[in-house]
Each structure stands twice: as C-alpha cells, then as structure tokens.
C-alpha cells in the first residue's frame, strides 16, 4: 500500500524497531528490486523502499533490516557447519514470520518477505518522503490548523527556536533528533498564553505537559512532535 504524501505524517517521527532510525529515513542499501525470474537485478522504479509490522506485537521496520536482521540462518549437521535453511523472526518478541526454508532470495533479486509480498507492505516512493520532508505539502511558512496552531517544518526553525526544542525534548528524556520533522507554532497574542490551561499533541492528540512560565516549547512524549508557544 503506498503511503502517500498526505498520509505521510503518521510515520512521521516513528522509529525503526530494528535499526533505530527514522522509518522516513533510507539509504540506497533500503531501496526495493523486482523480482525477475531470469534472475537479473532490476531495481523497482521509481524508486521506493517498504515499511514492514510484525503481525504480532506490530513492531514496524524498514524491510531491509527485517531482511538484514530478522532473516536468520539455520545451521546443522557435524559442529553446525552446514546450512539447513533460513527463518525470519521477529527481533522483537519472537514471532515466526517464516518458518525454517531452504533458501533465502537476495535482496538484488527482489527479495519478498514470506507470505507477505511487497503490495501487502507500506510503500513509501523517495520522491515522495523528499517532498513531504521539503514541506511541499504542509509547507516550511505553515499552513493553518484550527485557526490558532499552524504546522511548519523543522528545519524551518530560527537557531533559538531550535533550541528551544531541544531543551523541551531533554525535558522527557529526548533528544532532537527524536523531533518529528512536523512543528506546531500556536499563534496567539503573548498576553493570552495565561489563559491555556492544557494542551493536546496537534499530532496524536495526547495531553501535553504544561510549559513553565520562561519555556518556549514542548515536545509530546508519545509521538515527539513539537509545539512552540509564544513568549
């Protein structure tokens, strides 16, 4: 299923169980083939990589370090020094996803996740990630959210909003580079920033810890999504 632009900002913020990293973020090692029976390496076009949930405890990971990590060699025979086959488990809770199989696809010869082929997983087209993260959909000047909130991009932010961020993001125990990429500015008059009695995520709507007086920002612990507050 392709994820699109619009419905991008789900996974935005997410981490990769596996590797760590953003499940928005890939390198070209990520980037999908198509399987060809003549056995040839072709790369899917236009570019794209996959985003795979363990069916049981619903984990996500890019597929390639399900393919990387979760792939796991079965060895057996005299001292183990032969290869029975491969299963792919869950690293998280353990999960057979696949059982014991005697070979295992490359990756360049379009590598597919047993029982769930590429069209069953999430796709995610670079040209698309690059233009969600560009702001080309909900724009780097903002666009407007229930007339007090607008949502800007990160790295739109001035050197002392940035700051700000990071300062609330140690506060839950996160850095900035667990922001989403997706900041919520609240514009209303410095006056009235007395009056807010709570806050709620912009993002998942979880409640969001109550600023002090010289804070600048809060960052929602569930999804990592920023808000900054007038001062």
């Known amino acids: 299923m392709r994820i699109t632009p619009d419905k991008m900002y789900k996974l935005d913020g997410k981490i990769c169980f596996i590797c760590g990293k953003y499940l928005l973020n890939n390198t070209h090692a990520d980037l999908a ?41 079965v060895r057996g025979g005299f001292l183990n020094l032969f290869t029975k086959g491969w299963k792919l488990s869950c690293p998280n809770c353990g999960h057979v996803i696949a059982p014991l199989r005697e070979n295992r696809t490359d990756w360049a010869k379009g590598y597919q996740i047993p029982g769930h082929p590429d069209e069953d997983l999430y796709e995610l087209q670079t040209g698309d990630v690059v233009a969600y993260k560009a702001g080309s959909l909900f724009g780097k000047v903002g666009a407007a959210i229930n007339g007090f909130f607008k949502a800007v991009g990160l790295g739109s932010l001035s050197s002392s ?64 999504t920023a808000h900054l507050l007038p001062t």
């Open 161 to 224: 909003e940035t700051s700000a961020v990071t300062r609330a993001a140690n506060r839950i125990g996160k850095t900035i580079k667990d922001v989403a990429e997706r900041v919520f500015r609240l514009e209303i008059p410095t006056e009235k920033r007395s009056e807010i009695k709570q806050l709620r995520c912009q993002n998942c709507g979880a409640s969001l810890p109550m600023p002090g007086r010289f804070e600048e920002a809060v960052v929602c612990e569930h999804c990592g």
């Open 33 to 73: 083939y198509v399987p060809v029976h003549t056995g040839e390496s072709i790369r899917a076009k236009p570019d794209k990589y996959y985003i795979f949930e363990c069916p049981n405890c619903n984990m996500m990971a890019h597929k390639r370090c399900w393919y990387d990590v979760g792939e796991k060699r």
